[in-house]
């Protein structure tokens, strides 16, 4: 007994071990699920997955023949279960949705506590290593890499100048290097000024900046806001 008391013990230490530094991690970036939640995630799909390897010590001698066991059950029920709690960090806001990453550390945090349970150490730190290096160094990367960036541009010009001419703002819009697709239009004021909501698109974000800049030394604009989002 003593035996499986230290396996036992030192599944579930390697298991709070990955899930802390999978959970470190996101917790120095601030996410929502962090530090303690990625270790309890770990070390509860661990223990479950223990109890598939000592089940049968767990049944009665008299019962053995007659169970047949399916371990994979366990491991699909747990993923079933993380899924569930990855879809609780995933934030909707406005156009921008966050959280992504940190459901998908979740589910491979959820993984790696199950081949933990099982007794797979090698496979298990290896994942670990690959979890940490996407997290951090893949961030890095990631920001190397040209991406299109998106904004909502929200403005209100008096009613009769040039630039209320749909055509004409596009046409502005164009010239700092912003495509510019569907819009919106709103009267305000009992028609003294026009709105418009187009949504934008550029390679750089310094773009946006440039045409807020212009906006700004309109004396026309009643009004505008431009919010990006990925």
Not at 63 to 88: E, K, S, V
């Amino acid at each position: 007994m003593e035996v499986e008391t230290s396996l036992i013990l030192s599944r579930l230490f390697f298991a709070l071990l990955a899930g802390g530094a999978i959970g470190l991690e996101r917790a120095i970036h601030g996410r929502e699920a962090g530090f303690r939640t990625h270790t309890l995630v770990c070390v509860s799909s661990s223990l479950l997955m223990l109890l598939m390897s000592f089940q049968w010590q767990l049944i009665p001698t008299q019962y053995i023949d007659t169970i047949r066991t399916d371990p994979t059950r366990m491991a699909q029920g747990i993923m079933t279960g993380i899924g569930f709690l990855g879809a609780g960090v995933i934030i909707k806001e406005g156009l921008t949705v966050r959280g992504l990453t940190t459901a998908a550390s979740i589910w491979i945090t959820a993984a790696i506590g199950i081949v933990i349970g099982m007794g797979f150490y090698e496979p298990a730190l290896y994942s670990t290593l690959i979890t940490l290096i996407t997290l951090s160094m893949f961030r890095w990367i990631e920001s190397k890499i040209p991406s299109t960036k998106y904004a909502q541009l929200s403005v209100s010009f008096l009613s009769g100048n040039q630039y209320a001419d749909e055509d004409s703002l596009r046409a502005l819009i164009d010239e700092h290097g912003i495509k510019s697709f569907e819009a919106g239009y709103q009267f305000g004021d009992k028609g003294k000024y026009f709105s418009y909501d187009i949504t934008l698109r550029t390679w750089e974000l310094k773009n946006f900046r440039r045409l807020a800049q212009s906006f700004m030394n309109m004396d026309d604009v009643h009004e505008f806001s431009i919010t990006p989002y990925n």
